[in-house]
């Protein structure tokens, strides 16, 4: 059944009671239809505003209509079905937000692993977060090798420029 089968003020209700009444000669609406195939009642179903579904009902076994319990519950079943539909796509943008980062770092990593410049990304305790290939043929190790080790340790150097400082170049001679 197409969603705008129902009328506007049906998407702000709690539900709609169906009805199989129609004109003589006029074409079935698809809420008669539902009406017809034996359905009674219909529920909206929106998430934060936006018109996701509709859940119809008949009567009770033996054509005894809905109590006010039994719509309460159909539309708290309706507001757990539209939380979790929320939740799955917030955590569909999530996944897909998650992707788009891992290939930026994955994009990033792979120029800064072209460049022939020894590169070293440091922590605040002078730690090597990472080194490219150049780096690490430059102090002669292995990249993995080098990973959280101190900078110091792995390229001796006195007087390290502060994080204040920016970007300094150094020029390391073998003697």
Same mark, same amino acid.
């Given at each position: @059944?197409?969603?705008?089968? /129902?009328?506007?003020? /049906? ?19 698809? $809420?008669?239809?539902?009406? @017809? ?5 219909? /529920?909206?179903?929106? $998430? ?10 008949? /009567? #009770? ?39 788009? +980062? ?5 994009? #990033? ?11 070293? @990304? ?7 977060? %990472? ?9 002669? %190790? ?5 990973? +959280? ?18 970007? $300094?170049?150094?020029? $390391?001679?073998?003697?």
């Amino acid at each position: @059944v197409p969603l705008d089968s /129902f009328r506007d003020d /049906f998407w702000d209700s709690d539900f709609e009671i169906l009805s199989g009444i129609a004109l003589p000669d006029a074409a079935a609406s698809a $809420v008669q239809r539902l009406f @017809v195939a034996g359905y009674r009642y219909a /529920f909206p179903l929106k $998430v934060r505003d936006r018109r996701v579904g509709i859940l119809v009902s008949s /009567f #009770h076994l033996g054509d005894t209509p809905l109590s006010s319990e039994d719509q309460d519950l159909m539309r708290q079943l309706l507001n757990q079905a539209a939380l979790a539909i929320e939740n799955a796509h917030l955590v569909d943008r999530l996944q897909n937000q998650l992707r788009q +980062m891992q290939d930026l770092k994955l994009y #990033h990593e792979g120029i800064i692993n072209a460049s022939p410049a020894g590169i070293a @990304v440091i922590d605040r305790q002078n730690c090597i977060v %990472s080194a490219n290939l150049a780096f690490a043929e430059l102090v002669r %190790s292995d990249e993995v090798q080098i990973r +959280m080790r101190p900078l110091a340790e792995v390229l001796p150097i006195d007087n390290l420029p502060s994080p204040e400082e920016g970007l $300094v170049e150094l020029t $390391v001679a073998e003697g």
